[in-house]
């Protein structure tokens, strides 16, 4: 299994950039995928999932009316579109598949900046 995260990197606030997670090694329509983040000195959050079909979606309050998670099943690709940023975005952006308990699989994480 092999998730690499790319998009990061550094706006102004209300700017907006999207972020990809490109999926390998598995059947990547069978799962949902999920973004995280980890913001320095604070845990990883969870920020949004996506069913497996694409047809569901779920956000954490802080990003719910700003960011957009989709899928393309074709291109075995999870994007996060991220609108109207804010410095406290501000951290590494992780995406996680998790099939079970101890089968458990993160990305290596795409710095987002939010900065003036």
């Known amino acids: 299994v092999q998730l690499v995260e790319s998009g990061g990197g550094l706006v102004q606030p209300g700017g907006s950039l999207r972020l990809s997670c490109v999926a390998s090694?598995?059947?990547?329509?069978?799962?949902?995928i999920n973004w995280y983040r980890q913001a320095p000195g604070k845990e990883r959050e969870l920020v949004a999932l996506?069913?497996?079909?694409?047809?569901?979606?779920n956000y954490a309050d802080s990003v719910k009316g700003r960011f957009t998670i989709s899928r393309d099943n074709a291109k075995n690709t999870v994007y996060l579109q991220m609108n109207s940023l804010k410095p406290e975005d501000t951290a590494i952006y992780y995406c996680?598949?998790?099939?079970?308990?101890?089968?458990?699989?993160w990305g290596q994480g795409t710095q987002v900046t939010v900065s003036s």
């Open positions: 996680r598949l998790r099939r079970s308990l101890y089968d458990d699989y």
């Open positions: 090694g598995f059947t990547f329509t069978n799962y949902v």
């Open positions: 996506i069913n497996s079909p694409g047809s569901s979606t």
